[in-house]
């Protein structure tokens, strides 16, 4: 973490107010429980049991939150004492009542230490939740067993399954935490810690309450319907299945089995290599929105309204993506027709997720609220971000930059959204060439986590810290990159396209390379996924590239341009998104073996994984010789936040990492001989890497140590 207090010794502070005792951590950023903070815990609380004129004790931090949870960094590493789980042993067993109060975010171990105390209260911001199942762990010092008892099997096991966060207002109904303090909430919660002590409260310990478990207990089948429909789709995930074993126990097993074999589970999840794989991405992703070579005290600029041009799928996502994040956004459309089809799916998408129970109606009628619609471009003028969201044609894209130009505030920054295409031309049509930069945004944009932010040659510093800053504040995963064709995404996926196609000829069908790559974790293979994108978006792009793809190219010619026609690389029924192996598409790849020479041949599915992914990585090192990623890890993120890589395997690069650089150049070495094709030799970094038998790790010295 990037701050720590110089002193351990004050990282966890005792203070008396009268008789109340104030237990303080204070462990920025975020006040995770490091070693030092659980050894400065248990002496506070030590010495409060021990103190006579001591009638209650708070436990409070400084800072922007209450603990968020285990220190991350020292997962992997040998447990020291006192570990989390004796520190909660020791404040549920304190004789007198201890009462947490919570600001910020209480998470994880952060979450099981409140739940520890014997009364929670928390100011109206405070949000709570066990997270635990994204780092690939569970919840290890009693939270699988505590929060059942506190919110019922049913809740606790959507919050641990899901990881996610509930608010202060839905703590309170659930039971999750006493009271809302309004005004200074130390001193809230000294006070009704104080009247716990006037009334003669009991020390109320989770363990001991079981009567939110009895009505699961004599019917689990609500129970196992919730856990069946969080785990229906997992590809490949350990960590979900265990939440729902370990919460299960909470209402099968007595508390101290049930505890016991919750620290049981989470020694093997927190050993294992999905836990470390997802522990990395943590990292990463917190890494790949720094900017290297930013110089020190740059700020970003004010954003107060931003404009999207075009109403299209993309456009339409990204405005949702500010006025969800509470942005007031200008959409700009060069027709009414086109601006009210664009804003007229933006607002079915916002009710369909308020019907989902997203959000309420009243949040989806706020977030509409912030968008206006127009068809005069004059409006841009009032954006400080705007963003160009118009068909991916260079042409166009330089017609619209240069009009930007004479209208947009002097400050704003103006960023294209483009997939392919050469940020620095696009630049060019502008007199404020540092102002420019991409934003290249996955599909649907409202949706997806990842955020390319390319970084054209002029950019200036303050510009790209800006759209990192925005990029987090819209809810993305922001990854710095470089201006080349197809940025780092893209070009990876290309060299995985060539390779997919590659076997089609030699031997296998679309749903054989599919199924392969869906069973290593992957939601859909690359068919599947050109059916969805649109087999002609694909055609165009090679054909711009002046490349083609045999029988991808085929396909389209016929008009099968994937769901949208109901035919592609599979067929459709009517209505339905399931690929179906269309024997027309079979022919077509017979007859184009045949074209070529080649006598077809079963492609078993440990080669058909290496020779999509390998190529990926290979492409992968080639960026990171070019400069075009700063760090493997950003090529990691990427990956898992934009093209659906499992995160359990970490990324391209990390996965390489385990499996061994020395295995996959001589690999690539094979099929580049075998396919006689230079495209597939490993290139200069991989093969520098495997003689030195380093890792692609080995190049970013990172503190954050996952061992
Ligand atoms: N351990 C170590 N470092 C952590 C950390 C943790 N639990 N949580 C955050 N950090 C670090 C981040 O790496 C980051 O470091 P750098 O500034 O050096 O990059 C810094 O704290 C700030 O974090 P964010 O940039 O994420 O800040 P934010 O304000 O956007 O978000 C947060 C704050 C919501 C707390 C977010 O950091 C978060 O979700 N943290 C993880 C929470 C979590 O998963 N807790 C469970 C831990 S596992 C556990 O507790 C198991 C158990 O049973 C004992």
Same mark, same amino acid.
């Given at each position: 973490m990037a701050e720590q207090p110089?002193?351990?010794?004050?990282v966890v502070t005792l203070r008396n107010e009268s008789d109340v005792a104030v237990v303080t951590i204070d462990n920025p950023?975020?006040?995770?429980?490091?070693h030092a903070v659980r050894a400065g815990l248990a002496a506070c609380f030590d010495k409060a049991e021990a103190d006579?004129?001591?009638k209650a004790v708070v436990v409070a931090c400084a800072g922007r939150t209450f603990v968020a949870g285990?220190?991350?960094?020292?997962?992997?590493?040998p447990p020291v004492s006192p570990i989390l789980a004796e520190v909660c042993k020791i404040v549920e067993g304190m004789s007198k009542p201890v009462v947490a109060a919570i600001h910020g975010t209480a998470l994880g171990g952060g979450l099981e230490l409140a739940l520890a105390c014997h009364y929670r209260v928390s100011d109206a911001g405070a949000r709570m939740g066990l997270p635990e199942v994204k780092l690939g762990?569970?919840?290890?010092?009693g939270g699988t067993q505590l929060l059942p008892r506190a919110i019922g099997p049913e809740e606790a096991v959507r919050m641990i399954v899901t990881g996610e966060m509930i608010g202060a207002k839905k703590a309170l109904a659930l039971g999750l935490i006493d009271a809302i303090v309004d005004g200074d909430l130390t001193q809230g919660a000294v006070a009704f810690a104080r009247k716990l002590v006037t009334e003669k409260?009991?020390?109320?310990?989770l363990r001991d309450q079981e009567d939110k478990l009895a009505a699961t207990r004599k019917d689990p089948k609500k129970f196992d319907e919730i856990a069946a429909s969080l785990t229906a789709?997992?590809?490949?995930?350990r960590a979900p299945v265990a939440c729902v074993e370990s919460v299960r126990n909470s209402f099968t097993l007595p508390v101290d089995e049930g505890m016991e074999r919750e620290r049981e589970i989470f020694r093997e999840l927190v050993t294992g290599d999905q836990s470390k794989a997802q522990r990395y991405i943590f990292f990463a992703e917190r890494e790949?929105?720094?900017?290297?070579?930013m110089p020190a005290g740059v700020k970003p600029r004010d954003v107060k309204r931003a404009a999207v041009i075009g109403a299209g799928t993309m456009g339409g996502g990204i405005a949702m993506c500010f006025a969800s994040a509470g942005i007031p956004v200008t959409v700009i459309e060069t027709s009414d027709e086109a601006l009210q089809r664009g804003l007229g799916i933006i607002r079915k998408n916002y009710e369909a997720s308020a019907k989902r129970g997203a959000f309420s109606m009243e949040d989806a009628e706020k977030r509409i609220g912030l968008m206006t619609g127009t068809i005069? !471009?004059?409006?841009?003028?009032?954006?400080?971000f705007v963003i160009e969201a118009v068909f991916e044609e260079m042409d166009i894209k330089k017609d619209v930059f240069g009009r930007l130009d004479k209208i947009a505030k002097p400050d704003a920054i103006l960023a294209t959204n483009t997939s392919y295409l050469d940020v620095n031309v696009i630049a060019?049509?502008?007199?404020?060439?540092?102002?420019v930069l991409g934003t290249h945004f996955f599909s649907p944009a409202n949706v997806m986590r990842l955020l390319e932010i390319v970084r054209g040659k002029a950019t200036a510093p303050d510009v790209l810290a800006t759209a990192v800053a925005v990029g987090r504040k819209i809810g993305k995963v922001p990854a710095i990159v470089g201006v080349c064709?197809?940025?780092v995404g893209n070009r990876m996926l290309r060299a995985r396209s060539i390779e997919a196609e590659r076997m089609l000829i030699e031997g296998a069908l679309p749903q054989d390379v599919d199924g392969a790559i869906v069973e290593f974790g !992957?939601?859909?293979?690359p068919f599947a996924m050109s059916d969805l994108a649109g087999i002609d978006v694909g055609a165009r792009a090679r054909k711009a590239l002046g490349v083609r793809a045999e029988i991808a190219d085929a396909i389209a010619d016929l008009g099968r341009y994937g769901q949208k026609t109901g035919r592609g690389f599979y067929i459709y029924n009517p209505g339905s998104r399931t690929p179906q192996p269309d024997p027309e598409v079979e022919a077509i790849i017979v007859a184009a073996s045949k074209k070529n020479g080649i006598t077809r041949r079963t492609i078993d599915k440990k080669e058909i994984v290496e020779r999509l992914i390998f190529p990926m990585i290979n492409e992968g090192a080639q960026i990171l010789e070019e400069g075009?990623?700063?760090?493997?890890s950003d090529i990691d993120v990427i990956w898992v936040y934009g093209?659906?890589?499992?995160i359990w395997r970490g990324g391209p690069m990390f996965y390489a990492d385990q499996i061994g650089l020395p295995y996959i150049r001589d690999r690539l070495a094979e099929y580049a001989k075998r396919a006689n094709d230079p495209r597939l030799e490993p290139g200069t970094m991989l093969n520098r890497l495997a003689d030195q038998k380093?890792?692609?790790?080995?190049?970013t010295d990172s503190k954050k140590t996952v061992a």
């Open positions: 110089s002193n351990d010794a004050n950023p975020v006040n995770a429980l490091r006579a004129a001591i285990a220190d991350i960094t020292e997962f992997g590493k762990i569970l919840p290890g010092a409260k009991p020390l109320r310990r789709r997992l590809r490949g995930l790949a929105s720094k900017v290297a070579d005069d !471009f004059n409006a841009v003028k009032d954006a400080d060019q049509s502008t007199m404020r060439q540092g102002s064709h197809g940025f !992957f939601p859909m293979g075009i990623a700063q760090r493997p093209y659906g890589w499992p380093a890792t692609f790790a080995s190049l």
